[in-house]
Each structure stands twice: as C-alpha cells, then as structure tokens.
C-alpha cells in the first residue's frame, strides 16, 4: 500500500498584485494568484498553451520573501506546497469549496523585481592622482 501524499511543485507568473493580511495574532497571510501553463500538443506537433489560474496562500516567512522582493503582477514564482479545500457558505446558505494551495517547504522569486537604487554621488568612482603615474607611458631605453 502506498502512502497518501500531498507536496505539489509549481512555478509560473503573478496575474495580479499581492494582497497581504495582518491577522490579530501577528502572523502575515499573502494571497498571489498565479498562471501556471500547461502545454500540450494540438495535432500535427502544434503546441498550445493551456493556463491554469491558481489561488497561493504564503504565511509568515514566505510572505516576508514575497514583500522583500516586491514581487508584482507578472513576476515569476516558483513554490513548494500542498494542496487544500477551503469550505464556505455562500450568502443564500449554500456550501461552497475552492481549491488553494499553500506554500509550505519554499518560495523562489524567479526574477529580481527590486527597484535598482539611483546611483549617489558618493557611489561615482574618484580619480586617485596615484593611479595616473601607474597610466604613464615610460620610454624604454
């Protein structure tokens, strides 16, 4: 018999911003929803894609990744988590299930999104009158 597992591995892009919720307890919950692409052939070795659009939960540290690297719509992602079913019921009584995955072993930002600092004067390189005598040229004898 074999065991029941549930580990899913997915990568693909952002569709929209992420949103973040800071829970009363402290903790940092972070919905991304995400395009992963299924290719498959369409005859005559034609390939198409077929996105599947999904709902990530990121809690606590992996939400901190998504904030420090100011991931956005359109940024890669690639996770490590499980797949669940969130139970509801809707506003006339009926229940309702969506299926989620959650980020539980890691989280990779495939594409820095960082906004590159502006360079400072400070950072400009100065001329070391040193180096000039170094840059000379010296007539061999």
């Known amino acids: ?11 693909g892009r952002l569709t929209h911003d992420p949103e973040f919720r800071y ?3 402290g903790s940092t919950v ?3 929803r995400m395009a992963v692409n299924n290719r498959k052939f ?4 034609r390939k198409v894609n077929d996105p599947c659009f ?14 420090k690297y100011n991931a956005q719509k359109g940024t890669p992602l690639m996770f490590t ?11 006339d009584g ?6 989620k995955y959650r980020v539980t072993d890691s989280l ?17 390189p100065t001329e070391d009158p040193e180096e000039d005598i170094w840059n000379e040229e010296i007539p061999l004898q």
């Open 1 to 11: 018999m074999y065991p029941h597992v549930n580990i899913v591995i997915l990568s």
């Open 23 to 25: 829970l009363q307890t």
């Open 30 to 32: 972070c919905t991304l």
């Open 42 to 45: 369409a005859g005559k070795g």
């Open 54 to 67: 999904i709902i990530v939960e990121a809690w606590e540290v992996f939400a901190d990744v998504v904030k």
């Open 81 to 91: 988590g499980k797949v669940f079913q969130e139970r509801y019921l809707d506003p």
């Open 94 to 99: 009926k229940r309702q299930q969506i299926q």
């Open 108 to 124: 990779v930002v495939l594409q820095d999104t960082k906004p590159e600092p502006k360079p400072t004067a400070e950072d400009q």
